[in-house]
């Protein structure tokens, strides 16, 4: 299906890039497997809603892969961010504004004894087995099949330009699988250093799923007998689902847990947030960076964390992707097809009956394109506090378009 937007700009930017940088983009933002005419490059963002490099508006439903958790811009993080950069950012050591972000998250995060502070998920995830390896004296990390923890040898999900040494002490178990994740705690034997577990399944383009309460119970209760740290991956869901923890609701504290994305609304921040047992782990260890103690993140995070607490910013998200999952299941019912949304509403995933190959979903999220829709079709989308009922129900009526394309082009799951 061909793309009727202007992408002049994005195919010119794009061109450019290819010259002085490989493959033009890399990483998870590439959009080259989607198809052509689809936006690489963006111009602008506000609330809900980003501009490609071509002017092109879409109500957005990726919110920049999850750090938009208030909406772009909001004024009260970037005041503060700014205020901060006027006294100073990056310098010599911290400022206050650390100490304080680092109170806040004890006093906000249920299982939060201190807090350290990276830039990236991949740094905080790292810092976690780090420290649970410094503390237990042992090696072996147990890791959900399929779970992304970052773009870092140990852990990232190509094996292009990694050793098999890089994963020497890596076991894998199914994840929600009581049974495997036994097995895999026996095959580390006395070596076990951690359990290390995503916030749910949230594996690219499959359908996601959240923790059972037996399974996060056998693993906190596995790691109790056995002195191995249980790790709660928080950096995607951390902050949008509960502002205390992911797990909150079920009563399980990790030992250690990995916060970023949503931390400080788009701010560039990370956060790993322990137990007192495995503070003298942390002091062991040697981790840092040239810009992993800037305030001027830190302080967007004190005031994000204190909107997500004080207001009812989580609720409403929640209430929106209430109301865009069941508008998009009522749109593509009315025109023949059939989707499966599984996860939290606040982070959906979105795929269709059958569509091993994709070819719907990208033809799919590629006419929304063209209606002011934007999506993904192998990845979970995000909704934001800024989401107002009029931008799911104009969000909806492009769905319904682009359901109304797909069925005039004879496309259907084969």
């Known amino acids: 299906m061909s793309l009727d937007l202007p992408n002049s700009r994005d195919t010119e930017l794009l061109s450019r890039a ?48 999850g750090p938009n958790v208030l909406g772009y811009g909001h004024p009260e ?35 939060a004894d201190w807090t350290l502070f990276q830039k990236n998920g991949s740094d905080a995830t790292t810092v976690c087995v780090t420290i649970a390896r410094a503390t237990t004296g042992r090696r072996k990390i147990l890791v959900a099949k399929g779970s992304y923890h970052g773009a870092v040898p140990w852990c990232s999900p190509s094996m292009v330009g990694v050793t098999a040494e890089d994963r020497a002490h890596i076991v894998q178990y199914t994840y929600n699988d ?95 947030a322990g137990a007192e047992a495995f503070r003298g782990g942390a002091e062991k260890i040697f981790t840092t960076g040239s810009f992993w103690y800037g305030s001027a993140a830190m302080a ?5 964390i204190k909107l997500l607490r004080d207001t009812n910013a989580l609720a409403h998200t929640e209430a929106m992707g209430t109301l865009f999952r069941d508008g998009l299941y009522s749109a593509a019912r009315a025109h023949g097809y059939k989707l499966r949304q599984t996860g939290p509403v606040q982070m959906p995933m979105v795929l269709f009956d059958g569509d091993q190959d994709l070819r719907l979903g990208n033809a799919f999220c590629t006419a929304a394109l063209r209606h002011g829709l934007y999506m993904h079709p192998r990845h979970n989308l995000f909704l934001c506090a800024a989401h107002q009922p009029s931008d799911i129900e104009q969000a909806l009526d492009a769905a319904s378009a682009a359901f109304r394309d797909l069925a005039a082009a004879g496309l259907c799951v084969e």
Request: include cysteine; hydrophobic fraction near 50%; aromatic fraction near 8%.
């Open 18 to 65: 290819r010259r002085v940088v490989p493959n033009g983009i890399w990483g998870h933002m590439a959009t080259r497997s989607i198809g052509p005419g689809y936006p690489q490059f963006f111009s602008r963002a506000e609330g809900c809603r980003v501009w490609d490099a071509d002017g092109n508006e879409y109500v957005d439903f990726m919110c920049a892969w």
């Open 77 to 111: 993080v970037n005041a503060a961010a700014q205020a901060q950069i006027a006294k100073g950012d990056i310098g010599n050591g911290p400022t206050e504004v650390m100490v304080e972000l680092a109170e806040l998250l004890v006093d906000t995060i249920d299982h």
């Open 178 to 272: 009581i049974a495997s994740l036994e097995a895999a705690a026996a095959a580390a034997g006395d070596d076990l250093a951690a359990v290390l577990i995503t916030a749910f399944k949230h594996d690219v383009q499959i359908d996601q799923a959240l923790p059972e309460a037996d399974f996060l119970a056998r693993a906190r209760a596995l790691c109790d007998t056995t002195g191995a740290a249980l790790i709660c991956d928080d950096v995607r869901a951390g902050f949008r689902l509960n502002v205390r923890g992911s797990w909150t609701a079920y009563g399980i504290k990790p030992d250690l847990a990995a916060y970023s994305k949503s931390i400080a609304n788009g701010w560039p921040l990370a956060a790993v």
């Open 300 to 304: 967007a995070a004190v005031t994000t």
